[in-house]
């Protein structure tokens, strides 16, 4: 149990609150609820800061809703974008919620023999209750085109000359129908968001106050960026997914791993449930020794536990040593075939037939014509550097270039073959 409020302060992790929300939350059990959009089946790191945010509800007593807009997610959240979403079909959208709520409950705890059980609601399930006269006129006369307009996300979107359609347009309105929805049926007096949700949060508010007369309460996390002001969570080959079919563990690990020291500082107080005496050990620790990068390998593990398992990290973690560190032929076996492709992206390869490589004399044929001359470009050079003790075939030194080769073969495929320290080739044996 703790203070929700001083929970997210200490963590950076609090921006904007309606008034006497923590007087509230000091009553006892309270319930708050944030919105996912079920744009794609899997959530990426972005959202992860909603994520935390209920987590750390619940682990302050509290009773945390999880919200999956199914309805929502068929019109898009033009809330500060430059233009309109692609619409999606209702298929796709179940097929997304799944998904999302499969993930989800790697965060939160959702047993029945939870006091404060977590739930899962898809606003689908009322929406789609409603007539389209149903709604502008049991809801829609309670919050002024005024009120609407004035929203920063709103005029922005007018100002930039890019329009806003209908559709858009009535997102805050039906965001804010979920928010009295929840506050009617499942006592829900708390809406949590982004920074950016504010204006749609606390029309759920005023909807509340003007249909039922009461009270509730809106908190908002902040917009997490970069220190060099780049988009969070995005590479160059996209965004950071949960889902390891789109970024493996192994990818996702080294994301962590390769955030900047002042990035680093910020986001294991956002992303860890670490507790404060011990972030402020390992800032110590960070200081007195930088090049050790003590905050991002704490970091890095903690959550690729939390998001994939103790086995994906111990992987991750001894595939990064293969590259950075030392590692025996058991650590490169231990891989599958997807991560050990990842650690040697971009690697030259080679290939050859099992039945050549069965056929092969001498390790300075299998390193050099055999390969196409790919990893020595004369049988003279291999033949030079095996004696010299600059060669290794899946970790292993070699140093007799006449021997034949035997070698356990990675993934029953692969050779992985070190000329020097830090030239890499694999061969294929198809």
């Known amino acids: ?227 060099d002001g780049t988009k969070f969570g995005k590479t160059e080959s996209g965004s950071v997914w949960l889902d390891p079919e789109k970024t493996s563990p192994y990818k996702f690990y080294q994301f962590w791993l390769n955030v900047s020291d002042e990035d680093a500082a910020k986001y294991i107080r956002i992303f860890t449930v670490l507790d404060q005496a011990t972030i402020e050990k390992l800032e110590e620790e960070h200081q007195a020794a930088p090049h050790l990068r003590a905050l991002q390998r704490e970091i890095a593990k903690q959550v690729t536990i939390m998001v994939h398992g103790e086995a994906e990290y111990e992987m991750a973690l001894k595939a990064s040593e293969i590259l950075f560190g030392k590692s025996s032929t058991e650590d490169l076996a231990i891989l599958d075939e997807r991560t050990f492709l990842q650690v040697f992206e971009g690697v030259p390869q080679a290939e050859i037939s099992k039945e050549s490589y069965e056929a092969c004399a001498s390790l300075v044929d299998l390193l050099s014509e055999q390969t196409n001359f790919i990893i020595f470009p004369s049988k003279g050079e291999a033949r030079k550097m095996i004696q010299g003790g600059g060669v290794a075939i899946n970790k292993e030194k070699v140093s007799d270039p006449q021997a034949k080769p035997s070698f356990s073969l990675l993934q029953n495929k692969y050779l992985l073959v070190q000329k020097g320290k830090k030239n890499y080739y694999i061969v294929q044996i198809k």
Not at 116 to 142: C, H, P, T
């Open 1 to 227: 149990m703790n203070n929700f409020i001083e929970e997210l302060r200490w963590r950076g992790m609090l921006q904007d609150m309606t008034p006497e929300i923590e007087e509230h939350l000091a009553k006892g059990m309270a319930s708050a609820y944030l919105g996912f959009d079920p744009t794609a089946d899997s959530l990426h790191i972005g959202h992860l800061v909603g994520v935390m945010t209920l987590l750390h509800f619940q682990r302050a007593g509290h009773k945390p809703f999880a919200l999956v807009g199914g309805a929502t997610g068929m019109i898009g959240d033009p809330s500060f974008k430059s233009a309109e979403r692609n619409l999606l079909d209702k298929a796709t959208l179940d097929h997304n919620v799944a998904c999302l709520q499969q993930q989800l409950g790697k965060f939160l705890n959702f047993s029945e023999g939870a006091s404060n059980k977590a739930e899962l609601v898809n606003n689908y399930d009322w929406m789609s209750q409603f007539s389209f006269l149903e709604f502008i006129r049991d809801v829609g006369k309670y919050i002024t085109v005024n009120y609407m307009m004035a929203k920063d996300s709103v005029k922005r979107r007018l100002e930039d000359g890019n329009g806003l359609s209908f559709t858009e347009f009535s997102y805050q309105l039906i965001q804010g129908y979920d928010f009295y929805h929840l506050w009617k049926n499942s006592n829900v007096s708390i809406q949590l968001g982004g920074s950016d949700q504010w204006g749609n949060i606390v029309t759920g508010t005023e909807l509340i106050r003007k249909m039922e007369g009461g009270s509730a309460y809106a908190l908002t996390v902040p917009l997490i960026t970069k220190a």
